[in-house]
């Protein structure tokens, strides 16, 4: 896997190359936004680990510029800021996962591998449905058990795309690799109720106190997307003092 590292602290930056490095991987580095413009555009980008404090600009924007663009590689942000509120800003911005600083290594290497563990797999699943071997047959959408629909909304899951119908046309709706994993978990149990230490164990492969606010703030992203008023979500919906559920349709 290809990852690129934005981190302008030295020596910080060589810890995160080795230790990545000895997971087998390839490691891009650079010290600036513009140089990581530059590498993102001219190569193919696996994972992004993106500090904020950066001399030419803030880590922040060039997440949402990112994402505004539909790269939706998984990017893990690095942050010496200690507030909840910056942190949820952070994942407010497209960020699928953080790592405060000062950080252990073995943590580190653990997100690592969960991030890539998972778009890995989003990669093999595309490919598999889009290029089948010549021997095996395609089973047709309707025959096949990896799509969901819901009223207007349809989720295949073999391309890794959601669709919604509207007047007869249909949009796709764009969502990082974490948003759509999100969404098909919770929509393969309708109806079931999630707190967030189960979905952050499920979807990002780790608990650590403190960081369920990261779910928080990909329930927040993922209704801004999926649902049409987003202030009264028709499908993924709060329990209060719980936490989650997909709404298969209205009761």
Request: hydrophobic share 40%.
């Amino acid at each position: 896997m290809n990852i690129l590292v934005v981190e302008d602290q030295i020596d910080i930056a060589n810890l995160i190359r080795i230790n990545t490095e000895m997971l087998g991987h390839r490691v891009h580095m650079c010290h600036n936004l513009a140089t990581a413009q530059q590498l993102v555009d001219s190569n193919e980008c696996h994972l992004l680990i993106l500090d904020l404090g950066l001399p030419d600009g803030d880590g922040l924007a060039f997440c949402r510029s990112l994402r505004a663009n539909k790269k939706l590689f998984p990017i893990m942000m690095l942050t010496a800021r200690t507030s909840e509120l910056e942190r949820v800003e952070g994942l407010e911005t497209g960020a699928d996962d953080y790592l405060a600083k000062p950080f252990s290594v073995l943590e580190l290497q653990a997100r690592i591998k969960a991030l890539l563990r998972r778009s890995n797999l989003n990669v093999l699943e595309k490919n598999a449905t889009e290029n089948p071997p010549s021997n095996v047959s395609v089973v047709s959408e309707n025959e096949s058990n990896d799509r969901l629909e819901f009223n207007e909304i349809a989720i295949d899951i073999g391309r890794r795309e959601v669709l919604r119908r509207i007047s007869n046309q249909t949009h796709t709706i764009e969502l990082t690799s974490t948003e759509f994993d999100l969404l098909v978990y919770l929509a393969r149990h309708p109806g079931r109720v999630f707190n967030r230490e189960q979905l952050l164990s499920e979807i990002w492969g780790y608990h650590h106190e403190g960081y369920e606010h990261t779910v928080n703030s990909h329930i927040n992203r993922l209704r801004s997307k999926l649902e049409l008023d987003p202030a009264h979500p028709r499908y993924v919906r709060t329990v209060w003092g719980v936490g989650y559920k997909f709404v298969s349709d209205e009761v």
